[in-house]
């Protein structure tokens, strides 16, 4: 944009108040064609007379050639002034024209122009800020004259300026239609986009101030709004807009909201700082600055024009505002306050951008139009770094509110200000979880599809053992990725207070094993070994919220690996004796051999957002041990530790739970297959059951499980079409779901209980919401039972079995073992290629052998990078070096970036031709092509990879 009006305008060019107008005209301005465009204002050949404001056209036309003043080539500026100005330009045109005459000042009170040729006027027009604006021959903000000659004519221009005591500056462009046009265009164009931009700015804090009743966000938006109004003045919108017949309204907008827009800053300037308990004198200051502003307005309200009135006081006042407004900033961040540096450089960009425009406004420099866009450009940047301003200062304060209200709450003499903090603290939480919980339920719900879907196709009988394995796999993968959309909800609602236990049947056993299994791979990257250690006291089935024994054994084992590098990791786990009342006491120790804690940081362990020495390196938010014993705590127990520097460190975590005498035989009965109803042979029934969901995926995998079994399932997509169904003819039962269009199960549910067949109807809900509050409040309106989205098969008959009095019938068929697996003949094509793939996720490294064995091709599989090089070594002592490597980008101990830099050093320094590497990375193409290629990758494959695109990597039809 800056290069585009470069090339338009020769020059910016400064002056004082009255330009140097002693050089002699030239006779005539002479045009070829084609131009682009001509600035004519600074023609040699143009001059000026200052006039009465009663001096006609003839008059002006008698005068004598000495009365005319030439320009000397620089844009007229005279600053402020009442007198009336005419100028004059012969033009000669040799070629056929046809274009525009544009005057660059958008707000001038009254611009004649007259066309004369052969000594006599043949066209008029009279335009201006205080004329009518649909008198203007070309309906534009700017002052538009258009121009029609053939060739070998000459014409004479006379203008006349009248800006009736406010700066008079005149620029004159003559430029062909396209020409015209396109810059039109272009100015259009920049113009909404930077406009468009603050106004995206502004709603999105207004909307944020409302909600948060912050006032500094509020005031933002209101400057920002503001901005854009004023902008649009500028480029000549008032008049077009407003009241194009009405002067006296636009001529107020400029004065009126350049002081409103100074008054939101100077207030959002307090409220950003809060001078008023941090600064006093500061604060009375801008204060003073409000009120002067305050004044500006009431004579503009009144009638005065401000630049009339007071044209110095007035300019003086604009430019000294803002740098008033960076200066404060600057003192307030050199006095320490880190929260200023956006702000102060948003305003030095305000300062440098737009002061040219205001000293131009003000007649003390000449107008280029060029100053607006720089000027626009200018507060977009400041709105952006101001929005930086109000996030920074959001975090900021979101961090300090959290040490304040530790602080405030063992402090009695600060009670009252405590429960302030805590209350806002509370607020923001909830705001959290409220925003985790939504995104839950997006993710939860094509979770339930892939996990329903697993669980039908597992019911296949004729699958292959590897196709069976494959089945599980998946569902391993699919809990787990539940297991952390759960982990993370619920650090969010311990950290809002809504955190609850959610008893039910745990094999502890299992759940052992099953949090071995998942750690053993990370151990295996870090060659240490991980040992269970099970009492056998332990009992096989309690009653207690296993997902959260889960989260906090997984904490402890996570936080022991990050600090452990040699040796291992003991997980113990014993069981005192239960009391009468079945309750009973685990007590779980984490054990390693890391480098432990120092005595002088053991205090900070279980801190909120502290960190010993060993964690701040290691990395993390300092939450995970924290949120752990909070858990524990409410699960009846607690957390402690044991360490040393230099002798690892145990943790002992202890929890209750209540003993459950359930055989391993009714346990079994969970992995087994409904097959049927029991019924007897006088009373068979056949039950008809009613699923509303809005999601068709869902409704079709739940009936996928009840049809074979024997249920009538019927359809409703919302809240009202199973009310009409439940009135035409009711079910048996009814799973309904909650969020739903145009009528929600909650309101569903509170209707079917109002009527009288609905208040003994069994309802069952399934919800991906999984906040125990939610949980509850479901339940009071009249559910019957609740089940989470994904839901299991075996979860969903037992609820049926509950509530409607079912026995099943069992599929009692042996599970497949996996038959051994058969060598798949290689392709005639690729036999003789010998592959190494680099991948540390285990479950990955399955899949692309998998895929390989799928087209053919056997290879040999590492875990790391370190061990990548390793194997190309070995390889080539055994001379059979590999054809290509697959290597993963980001893995543990030696990324693959790493590793393929030392293999092609290695291979310079050994005289060994490069070996293939193709890098996988996760990312979006882009930085990553390049990193990959600097270090020395021939090409790069984005997972997840398909087979098409390993048989095209590898030339396979």
Known sequence: MLLFFCLLMPGITFSAMHTNLNSPPASVLIIPTPIFQQAISKAPA?????????????????????????????????????????????????????????????????????????????????MGDKRSFNDRPIKHPLFLVPIDVTADTQLRLLIRVDSQGAPLQFQANLADQQSFQSSDRFVLFFLAFTVGAIIALALYNLMLGISLKEGMYIAYAFYALLTVVLWFYIHGYASQFIDPENYDKSKMILPLVSSTARVCIFVFTLL???????????????????????????????????????????????????????????????????????FSLAWVIHVLANQLYVLAVAGLVVYNPLFSDIGMVGIMSEMVLLAFALADRSKASEVQLLQTKDQLLQSQQQQNKAEQEALQAHAASQAKSDFLAAMSHEIRTPMNAILGYAQLMALDKSLS?????????????????????????DMAKIEAGRTSLNASQCNVAALLDDIVLMMQARCEQKSLVLKLDKTCDLPVFVLIDGAKLR???????GNSLKFT??????????????????????????????????????????????????????????????????????MGGDIHFFSERGQGATFTATVKARLLDVSLEQEQRVHQTVIGLKQNADSAKTYRLLIVDDVATNRDILAA?????????????????????????????????????KLDGIATIERIRATKAGKILPIIVISASVFESDRKRIMEKGADDFLYKPFKAWEVFNALEKLLDLEYIYDSAPEKTPAPKTQKKHSTTTQ?????????????????????????????????????????????????????ILMDCEMPIKSGYEATINIRQWEQQEAKA???????????????????IECGMDEILQKPLSINTLKNLFNMQ
């Open 832 to 884: 003789n290629i010998k592959l190494l793939v680099a991948e540390d996720n285990a479950c990955n490294r399955l899949l692309i052998q998998k895929q390989l064995e799928s087209i053919g091709l056997t290879t040999e599989i590492v875990n790391n990078g370190e061990q990548a090089v390793a194997a190309v070594k070995e390889a080539d002592k055994a001379e059979s070096p590999f054809d290509i």
């Open 565 to 634: 590098y040699q040796g291992g990791i003991t997980l113990r786990c014993d069981a005192k004796p239960a009391d009468k009342e079945q309750q009973l006491t685990l007590v779980f120790e984490v054990e390693d051999t890391g480098d432990g804690i120092a005595k002088d940081q053991q205090d900070k362990v279980f801190q909120k957002f502290e960190q010993t020495d060993s964690g701040i390196k290691g990395g993390g938010s300092g939450l995970g041990l924290s949120i752990s014993r909070e858990l524990a705590r409410k």
């Open 551 to 557: 989260q906090i054994l997984l904490n402890l084992l």
């Open 914 to 932: 490069p070996t293939k590497i193709i890098a996988l990375t996760a990312h979006q193409p882009g930085a990553e092509t390049q990193r990959a």
């Open 465 to 489: 053992n590897e196709q069976q394995h494959n089945l599980k796999v998946i569902n391993r993968s699919s809990e787990h990725l539940l297991g952390l959309i759960n982990d993370v909800l």
């Open 272 to 342: 950003f700082f809060k001078l008023s308990s941090r600064h006093i004198y500061l604060f009375r200051f801008l204060l003073l600055l409000i009120c002067a502003e305050f004044f500006t307005i009431s004579l503009t309200l009144l009638g005065y024009s401000p630049f009339q009135v007071i044209p110095r006081i007035y300019t003086l006042q604009m430019n000294a505002s803002y740098p008033i407004v960076v200066l404060c900033a600057l003192y307030l961040w050199i006095r320490g306050d880190r929260q200023a540096r956006f």
């Open 705 to 741: 499980f009840l049809q074979p079994v024997g249920f009538d399932c019927e359809f409703a997509a919302n809240g009202e079409e199973a009310l009409a169904q439940f009135i035409q003819r009711p079910p048996d039962l009814i799973f309904m779901d909650i969020r739903m269009p």
């Open 46 to 126: 143009f001059h000026f007379v200052k006039q009465t404001a009663h001096a006609s056209l003839a008059d002006v036309l008698a005068l004598p050639a000495s009365a005319w003043t030439s320009t000397a080539g620089e844009n007229p500026n005279f600053g402020p002034t009442k007198d009336v100005y005419w100028f004059e330009l012969p033009i000669y045109f040799q070629h056929d024209f046809s274009g525009i005459l544009q005057i660059d000042r958008p707000y001038m009170d009254y611009v004649d122009v007259y066309i004369l040729e052969a000594g006599k006027a043949v066209k008029k027009f009279l």
